[in-house]
C-alpha cells in the first residue's frame, strides 16, 4: 500500500508564488509517475503536471512556463513549484502516484490565489 501525504498549499496574492510537496511512504515500485491534478467545483479534475521516475515531465498548457515539477526519487517526494500564480489557478491540488499496481492518490491541499 501506499500513502501520500501533500503539503504546502495556502493563501497568496496574483503573481505571487507556492511550492506543494508530496512524500510518498510504503511499497513503491521503482517505475512509477507523480504529479498533481487541480479540481474547481463544477469542473471536472485536470492533469496539472506529472514526473515519471526518470524525470521526464508533462504539463497542462495553462501552467507551462509558470509551474516547475520535480521529484527527489531518494527522498521518496515530489515537488511542484508554482510561480506567476493566477486568480484561475485557485483549486484544491490533489498528488496522485501511478504504478504498475495501482493509483494512489493524497489529501488534497487547498490553493487560493487572490486577485
Known amino acids: 500500500q501506499v500513502q501520500l501525504t501533500e503539503s504546502g498549499g495556502g493563501l497568496v496574492q496574483a503573481g505571487g508564488s507556492l511550492r506543494l510537496s508530496c512524500a510518498a511512504s510504503?511499497?513503491?515500485?521503482?517505475?512509477?509517475?507523480m504529479g498533481w491534478n487541480r479540481q474547481t467545483p463544477g469542473k471536472q479534475r485536470e492533469l496539472v503536471a506529472s514526473?515519471?521516475?526518470?524525470?521526464?515531465?508533462t504539463y497542462a498548457d495553462s501552467v507551462k512556463g509558470r509551474f516547475t515539477i520535480s521529484r527527489d526519487n531518494a527522498k521518496r517526494t515530489a515537488y511542484l513549484q508554482m510561480n506567476s500564480l493566477k486568480p484561475e489557478d485557485t483549486a484544491v491540488y490533489y498528488c496522485?502516484?501511478?504504478?504498475?499496481?495501482?493509483?494512489?492518490w493524497g489529501q488534497g491541499t487547498q490553493v487560493t490565489v487572490s486577485s
Open positions: 496522485f502516484m501511478s504504478t504498475m499496481t495501482g493509483n494512489y
Open positions: 510504503g511499497s513503491i515500485s521503482s517505475s512509477n509517475f
Open positions: 514526473i515519471s521516475s526518470g524525470a521526464v515531465t
